[in-house]
């Protein structure tokens, strides 16, 4: 079935540095993937996604582009922000009528 | 409108008790969505509906847990006899068309179930 394997944490970064989550997928076809983020206390909120092959989305900062060779979307940042400190969850959905989630990434961005 | 509501956000119950989580979702969204989050793992599929009806259940979803949505707006999750495997996040999501392809599904807080 659809899968998603996602970058094993706790991720811990200073301030302004470069950020790559790794992403990657297993599907039947061409999925459209997401990535979620949970800030601490919050619920899960879609941070960008991209639908189709070489796709790139983008938010906050934020970018992933949709890889079909690799079957990856690899979450990166030039530079975070303490703000950034969330657990990030990559995802996936493909014709079955559900989100298929990664184990998430948690990432701590110390000062 | 302020987003996907859950309540209880905590719930600690003894094991072989029932408990009942209520969701209720942004206005008009169609799909309503329940996925169950342990520690260190991503959310599962428990199952969802479109408007009032229940089209998929996850094989999660043991004959103690039983969704509805009676009237296509708020839903509620039942747990019976409780054990202490069923300690998780239990998240609510809502979407307001037919399929979370091309649109944002917004999630809850979430309700944390602890069975002691």
Redesign the interface.
């Known amino acids: 079935g659809d899968s998603?394997t996602?970058m094993e944490g706790p991720v811990t970064l200073s301030e302004e540095a470069f950020l790559t989550i790794n992403c990657t997928y297993t599907a039947t076809g061409y999925p459209?993937l997401f990535w979620?983020v949970q800030y601490p206390?919050?619920?899960?909120?879609?941070l960008l996604?991209a639908?189709k092959a070489d796709d790139k989305g983008s938010n906050k900062g934020f970018e992933a582009t949709y890889r079909k060779e690799t079957t990856s979307f690899h979450l990166e940042k030039g530079s975070v922000q303490v703000s950034d400190s969330a657990v990030y969850?990559c995802?996936l959905?493909f014709g079955n009528?559900?989100?298929?989630?990664?184990?998430?990434t948690r990432l701590t961005i110390i000062p | 409108d302020t987003g996907v509501s859950q309540n209880p956000r905590h719930k600690i119950t003894k094991r072989g008790q029932n408990v009942t989580f209520r969701c209720d979702p942004i206005s008009e969204h169609n799909r309503l969505y329940w996925y169950r989050q342990t520690l260190g793992q991503g959310p599962e599929f428990l199952t969802y509906f479109q408007n009032e009806a229940q089209l998929e259940k996850s094989r999660l979803l043991s004959d103690r847990f039983s969704a509805e949505r009676p009237k296509g707006s708020f839903s509620t999750l039942e747990i019976q006899r409780t054990e202490q495997g069923d300690s998780a996040m239990y998240l609510c999501a809502s979407s307001p068309q037919e399929s979370p392809k091309n649109t944002e599904a917004f999630f809850g807080q979430g309700t944390r179930l602890t069975v002691v």
């Not at chain 1, 206390?41 to 879609?46: D, T, V």
């Not at chain 1, 559900?98 to 184990?103: A, H, N, P, S």
């Open positions: 998603v996602q459209s979620y206390g919050e619920g899960l909120q879609l996604k639908t969850f995802a959905y009528e559900k989100l298929t989630f990664g184990t998430g």
